[in-house]
């Protein structure tokens, strides 16, 4: 793993090459692709509901963010041609700012060789550079995949009303920082969370 400015450089387990960068505005149209080229199982286990189409809104909220109360890092292949997003992660601050609510998917032809860790990584080390103590988000209790992923970055998970979703959340480490430096704080995250969820939408 190395690091070029805000971007890391990752080898997978299977010898492929990967950059982990922070999201831009101009990614708003790979991100979209990026969406719609996963099957619906995936964006099902992403957004916790039924989501055909990432609507528009959203994906301009997901690609505009503030990179403090709002964080979210892509992956792209190493000498791809084109613009080319093949995971996604990104964490939006709670009303408390100590915690977020995380999401994270990869593309199904990058699995099961370290991305998604790799993704959490990345994440968490900003969480904790931005002094974020917690990362919690829900996903839905038959997703092994997630549960296995986080339980390797020490996480733990609870049961919430809804039995179909667990409740899960690691500790980043962080020493708490309420506000982010030189700015005033977050004027309404609970808007921010209830808007994007860190990808969880609204039921369709
Ligand atoms: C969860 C997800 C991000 C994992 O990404 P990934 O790149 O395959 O993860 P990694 O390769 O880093 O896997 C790390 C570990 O997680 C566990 N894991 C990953 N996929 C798994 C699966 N399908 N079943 C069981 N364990 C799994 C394993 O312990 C794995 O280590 P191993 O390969 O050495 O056994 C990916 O499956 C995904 O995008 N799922 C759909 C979206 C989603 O569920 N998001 C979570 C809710 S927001």
Avoid: K
């Amino acid at each position: 793993m190395s690091r070029t400015g805000t971007a890391l450089f990752v080898l997978l387990q299977d010898g492929r090459h990967v950059r982990i960068r922070p999201i831009a505005p101009g990614d708003l149209n790979a991100l979209g692709a990026f969406f719609t080229a996963l099957t619906p199982t995936a964006r099902r286990l992403r957004f916790l509901a039924q989501v055909n189409e990432v609507p528009t809104d959203l994906l301009v909220n997901f690609s505009r963010v503030d990179h403090w109360s709002h964080v979210a890092l892509v992956a792209e292949p190493c000498g791809s041609a084109g613009p080319l997003l093949i995971g996604e992660a990104r964490y939006v601050r709670g009303p408390r700012a100590e915690c977020a609510e995380l999401a994270l998917v990869v593309a199904e032809a990058w699995r099961r060789v370290g991305l998604g860790s790799a993704l959490t990584r990345a994440l968490l080390r900003s969480a904790r550079a931005g002094g974020v103590r917690r990362l919690c988000g829900d996903a839905l209790a038959e997703n092994d995949a997630i549960l296995c992923l986080m339980r390797s970055f020490g996480a733990r998970w609870v049961p919430t009303a809804d039995l179909r979703i667990v409740q899960l959340c690691v500790e980043t480490g962080a020493s708490f920082r309420p506000e982010r430096p030189g700015r005033s704080p977050v004027s309404s995250p609970s808007r921010a969370i209830q808007r994007t969820s860190a990808g969880r939408t609204t039921s369709p």
